[in-house]
């Protein structure tokens, strides 16, 4: 897996499985090799597939808004273990601060709710429960998103790098600054969004960025070339990204 965004390096980089140790450089996919993110880590709950593809979808586009606290705790389940490799580098997490990726207003008034926020808002608890030195806070605000974006499907890639060009700002850097932030979002595919929302928080002078998704996919099967040509930056449409990515995800079942 890459250290940094958690990508399947067998994937990532047409390698065949080793048992030969790797080095730090190579533990790192060609992405954030050529343009390191600026974040310290992602990481997700589990693949996009199956149940919790259901529930995602659910949650998200049937309103079932209850569903997010049980995903909230699953996704509080893999912070505990990236607070723990936070605190192995020397840089354990103290008052650290949660945030919801953000929806525009606009958007957000549309749907009755943001996803995100409600996901973050179940982590934020269950942390808090589970580790209260790290006195998690939730926080609404803080990061915003600029303007409302056009949907990505059927954009070149220039367009959909410039698609999320400046659409995420801190509106007050000295809420921020100095700060570690949990970063939390539904699902991350290609990093576009996680990138451009931890770029804003680091311009705004937090100290460090952690991300975590409820979901990403993960194909189980070696990358088709086209794979590699997509931007680091880029956001699939759901038809495609299904049609890239495969992966398994059991033991989840609404209502357990």
């Known amino acids: 897996?890459?250290?940094?965004?958690?990508?399947?390096?067998?994937?990532?980089?047409?390698?065949?499985?080793?048992?030969?140790?790797l080095k730090p450089e190579d533990q790192l996919c060609q992405p954030c090799r050529l343009v390191p993110p600026p974040f310290e880590r992602a990481v997700a709950y589990g693949g996009y597939a199956g149940t919790l593809r259901s529930?995602?979808?659910?949650?998200?586009?049937?309103?079932?808004?209850a569903i997010a606290e049980r995903l909230g705790v699953r996704l509080a389940d893999v912070l505990l273990e990236l607070g723990d490799q936070a605190a192995s580098?020397?840089?354990?997490?103290?008052?650290?601060?949660?945030?919801?990726?953000?929806?525009?207003?606009?958007?957000?008034?549309?749907?009755?709710f943001n996803h995100a926020e409600l996901l973050a808002r179940s982590a934020a608890k269950s942390l808090h429960a589970r580790r209260s030195e790290w006195?998690?806070?939730?926080?609404?605000?803080?990061?915003?998103?600029?303007?409302a974006t056009a949907s990505q499907s059927g954009l070149t890639?220039?367009?959909?790098?410039a698609n999320l060009r400046g659409v995420f700002f801190v509106p007050r850097p000295e809420q921020v600054a100095g700060r570690q932030v949990l970063?939390?979002?539904?699902?991350?595919?290609?990093?576009a969004t996680a990138r451009a929302c931890s770029q804003a928080l680091r311009r705004a002078?937090?100290?460090?960025?952690?991300?975590a998704t409820v979901a990403r996919p993960q194909r189980e099967t070696f990358a088709a070339p086209q794979f590699v040509q997509i931007a680091?930056?880029?956001?699939?449409?759901?038809?495609?990204?299904?049609?890239f990515w495969d992966s398994k995800q059991e033991g989840f079942q609404l209502g357990k």
């Open 1 to 21: 897996m890459c250290l940094r965004c958690s990508e399947d390096l067998r994937i990532a980089t047409f390698f065949p499985p080793t048992t030969t140790a």
């Open 55 to 65: 529930l995602i979808h659910a949650l998200k586009y049937d309103g079932m808004t």
């Open 89 to 112: 580098v020397g840089m354990a997490w103290k008052d650290v601060l949660v945030l919801p990726v953000p929806m525009h207003a606009a958007k957000q008034k549309q749907r009755g």
């Open 135 to 147: 006195n998690p806070r939730l926080r609404i605000g803080m990061l915003e998103r600029r303007r």
């Open 157 to 161: 890639p220039h367009q959909r790098r």
């Open 183 to 191: 970063l939390i979002d539904d699902i991350y595919t290609t990093g």
């Open 205 to 211: 002078g937090a100290a460090s960025v952690w991300v």
């Open 232 to 243: 680091d930056d880029e956001e699939l449409p759901m038809q495609d990204d299904v049609a």
